[in-house]
């Protein structure tokens, strides 16, 4: 500890929250905040916490499976089938980074995405889902301070890509494959920390 104009002082250990929203439901959300938390707990040594405010209650189902009834997996916790008012609790426990798995609806998610310091947005644009893609990003242009924002597109097309980011003046990262959210391979991790 420092002393400063008479105040002791401690270091403060900087914490970070992520939200990540999905265009639609089965867009990808919850599978990149898993490769996500694992990333940055095991690759990056940041201790990690999830927490699921989909509505789907998809993690709380893994974690009955796979963590057998314990909310730690990998060394990530999970915190589900939580209510919003839990969220501040949560933020102010010990972990340094905080993944909000915010699911596909953002009009109920959008409170909460806009509290967390990184936001990241994930959607296809294959021809039958670009529509509702770029109708979220006229709606986001026409409401939201956006420009920090991270648009990740699954199943992109090169040209159709190329498209909508001229259109609207903004960047789009594409999603590679991820096999397996909890063990990443190493085109996975820099995939993934691209977007860190």
Request: with cysteine.
């Amino acid at each position: 500890m420092k002393k400063l104009n008479g105040f002791l002082t401690r270091k403060l250990k900087e914490k970070i929250s992520i939200g990540i929203v999905g265009i639609g439901l089965g867009c990808g959300a919850t599978h990149l905040t898993i490769a996500l938390a694992n990333y940055l707990q095991s690759g990056l040594g940041k201790k990690t916490a999830v927490i699921e405010l989909s509505g789907r209650q998809d993690l709380k189902n893994m974690m009955q499976k796979e963590g057998k009834g314990k909310q730690k997996l990998l060394n990530v916790q999970y915190f589900t089938d939580i209510c919003v008012g839990k969220v501040p609790e949560i933020m102010n426990s010990g972990y340094e980074v905080f993944l909000l798995d915010l699911g596909g609806d953002y009009c109920a998610a959008r409170e909460e995405f806009l509290r967390c310091d990184r936001k990241i947005v994930i959607g296809s644009i294959s021809p039958w889902r670009a529509f509702a893609y770029e109708h979220f990003i006229e709606n986001v242009i026409a409401s939201e301070n956006y420009q920090m924002w991270e648009f990740l597109v699954l199943f992109a097309n090169i040209l159709d890509k190329k498209q909508i980011q001229k259109r609207y003046g903004m960047h789009m990262l594409s999603v590679p494959w991820i096999e397996n959210p909890f063990y990443l391979k190493k085109e996975d991790m820099m995939f993934l920390q691209k977007i860190i």
